[in-house]
């Protein structure tokens, strides 16, 4: 089941629930090459801003064990244009990579939180804001296949 549930002064938000018998509530929009600002709720969220790179998509999940949903492709050189996400919270949350593994992977600190980028092309999948390098590992991704 698929619904429109506002159009948001040019954002286009998409409401998905993907099962209701887990009551898991999916948030995320039209895959244009729009800039989005996505707020997930109390339930476990996935929460994918769309392709396109250098499109920065900003991503709140809320409370729940939500997925930032990302990919390679869609990576971003400048992190000022990548896509944040403004409440990760290690070991709740996870990162879903839609086209890699998490060998295709690292982090660092930038700018007060920390980047994970692409290692063949140093391209940068999500902006971490406010969360320390040495927080994240391995079992905070996880490969998925949403989009
Ligand atoms: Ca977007
Ligand atoms: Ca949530
Ligand atoms: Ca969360």
Redesign the pocket.
Same mark, same amino acid.
């Given at each position: 089941m698929r619904r429109c549930l506002s159009p948001l002064s040019g954002f286009d938000i998409m409401l998905y629930f993907i099962s209701i018998w887990n009551c898991h509530?999916c948030i995320y929009s039209h895959p244009s090459l729009g800039t989005d600002t996505l707020i #997930? $709720?109390?339930? $476990? $969220?996935k929460?994918y801003g769309g392709a396109g790179s250098g499109v920065k998509d900003t991503l709140t #999940? #809320?409370? #729940? $064990? =939500?997925i930032f949903i990302c990919s390679i492709e869609s990576a971003a050189s400048d992190i000022s244009v990548a896509d944040w996400i403004l409440d990760f919270t290690p070991d709740s =949350?996870k990162i879903g990579l839609e086209d890699g593994e998490v060998s295709d992977v690292a982090w660092s600190s930038a700018s007060g939180g920390t980047k994970i980028y692409d290692t063949q092309s140093d391209n940068i999948l999500f902006y971490l804001e406010g969360i320390d390098e040495s927080l994240l590992d391995a079992d905070d991704f996880v490969i998925t296949d949403f989009v």
């Amino acid at each position: 089941m698929r619904r429109c549930l506002s159009p948001l002064s040019g954002f286009d938000i998409m409401l998905y629930f993907i099962s209701i018998w887990n009551c898991h509530l999916c948030i995320y929009s039209h895959p244009s090459l729009g800039t989005d600002t996505l707020i #997930g $709720n109390e339930a $476990n $969220n996935k929460l994918y801003g769309g392709a396109g790179s250098g499109v920065k998509d900003t991503l709140t #999940g #809320g409370s #729940g $064990n =939500d997925i930032f949903i990302c990919s390679i492709e869609s990576a971003a050189s400048d992190i000022s244009v990548a896509d944040w996400i403004l409440d990760f919270t290690p070991d709740s =949350d996870k990162i879903g990579l839609e086209d890699g593994e998490v060998s295709d992977v690292a982090w660092s600190s930038a700018s007060g939180g920390t980047k994970i980028y692409d290692t063949q092309s140093d391209n940068i999948l999500f902006y971490l804001e406010g969360i320390d390098e040495s927080l994240l590992d391995a079992d905070d991704f996880v490969i998925t296949d949403f989009v």
